[in-house]
């Protein structure tokens, strides 16, 4: 529950708004457009492309609403305590149950203030908008607030979430639709989900075609290799290093990320993130199960999440296969995993079927780790068991 009047948050939003537009005017070229009236109370939905997007948003919309954030934002120490105080985010875990971040967004709603949740609950990793949870609509629905559809354009480009750097360029938004509360309650959820898929949905590559945009900056590549996982040269699964605008992996495919957000590669048609994502989680869900790749990485550190508190459950070798997750002694069976999330560039966050949550890092805090891998494996992995399952594949 909030900790003060909205009066207070509404307060504090006013004092820090010109604070974060320097912040932001440092990074990216804040694209001003004219915004419609909006509604005393809502639930606004957008798509979500940076870390970033929260002040963003609140720089370019210019209101004050509760945003719904990562679980990991409440476990910061001091850090955690002062956004509490000064914004009273909604926790949502990734990997884990959402039905207290539901709850307390209709709480929110009905105690008059507004909130602000990203539909797809994770950054893109190509700069295409992701599906979201079916059960959206039914929230918004039920929340008797207005609902306000925005679409977030250029952020991907300007700070892809794999990146480790900002790039200049243009980033901008725009208010799709305004719903009253009185539409929206003659509509079944499934049709509220439709229209904020279509609200919403946005492809980068479309709207820097569309604008010729540009994002300079230094060291383009560097760090792509969280997002894109396999080679299409040799196959080779989680191979690629990078430095400055180049890539390569050691069978001899060497590739350059432009200032458009394109893959120039004499290797590879695969020109875009979105063709490269797409290519290689088709290769992997066409794979046979007992053909996937493993993953692994070394000293590692398993740490129990109870509410939002953290505790050591095991170190050591991480290893990843259609068996099992292993992590020093500690090992999860495959089939006792209900959910697998990665947050920010490739922490792996993930809940078993008895409800314990779990997060993964690397011993040395400086240093990261591919955690993406994990997750297509786990995407491919269950997309194998659905289709071996299914009473309509077993008769083909």
């Known amino acids: ?94 990997g884990g149950q959402a039905a207290g971040a539901v709850m307390e967004v209709l709480r929110r709603v009905k105690d008059g203030g507004s909130v ?60 799709a639709g305004i719903y009253p509360a009185e539409t929206l309650k003659a509509m079944k959820p499934q049709e509220i989900n439709d229209l904020i898929a279509r609200d919403i949905g946005f492809n980068v590559y479309d709207f820097q075609a569309k604008t010729g945009a540009r994002y300079p900056g230094k060291k383009l590549a560097e760090s792509i290799e969280h997002a894109l996982l396999l080679c299409p040269a040799c196959g080779r699964f989680d191979p690629f290093t990078s430095r400055g605008d180049v890539f390569s992996c050691p069978c001899g495919l060497t590739a350059r990320y432009d200032d458009t957000g394109h893959i120039r590669s004499e290797m590879t048609s695969l020109a875009t993130m979105i063709e490269w994502d797409r290519w290689q989680k088709e290769q992997l869900n066409a794979m046979p199960l007992d053909k996937l ?80 891998k994990y997750m297509l494996l786990y995407q491919a992995m269950q997309q194998k068991r659905s289709e071996q399952s299914s009473p309509n594949t077993a008769q083909q």
């Open 293 to 372: 790749p493993s993953a692994k990485d070394t000293d590692m550190i398993l740490r129990k999440i109870d509410g939002h508190e953290r505790s050591i459950a095991a170190a050591g070798e991480l290893h990843f296969d259609t068996e099992a997750l292993t992590l020093g002694e500690a090992r999860f069976p495959t089939e006792e995993i209900a959910d697998m999330a990665v947050r920010l560039k490739g922490t792996v966050t993930f809940s078993l079927r008895d409800g314990s949550y779990f997060e993964i890092r690397k011993k040395n805090k400086k240093s990261g780790y591919h955690g993406r």
């Open 1 to 94: 529950m909030a900790q003060h009047s909205l009066q207070y948050y509404d307060r504090v939003f006013r004092v820090l708004r010109p604070l974060a537009r320097l912040f932001l005017r440092t990074r990216f070229r804040l694209q001003k457009s004219d915004l419609p009236e909006l509604p005393e109370k809502y639930i606004m939905v957008t798509n979500h492309v940076t870390n970033l997007d929260p002040i963003i948003i609140g720089t370019l919309i210019k209101r004050q609403s509760f945003f719904v954030a990562t679980e990991h934002l409440f476990s910061l120490g001091f850090v955690s305590r002062l956004l509490i105080s000064l914004f009273a985010p909604i926790p949502r875990p990734k």
């Open 116 to 175: 602000t949740l990203f539909a797809e609950g994770n950054c893109s990793w190509d700069g295409q908008t992701a599906s979201f949870p079916a059960a959206t609509g039914k929230m918004i629905r039920a929340a008797g607030a207005a609902l306000v559809t925005v679409r977030l354009e250029g952020g991907y480009l300007a700070f892809p979430r794999w990146a480790d750097r900002s790039r200049r360029g243009p980033v901008g938004l725009t208010v």
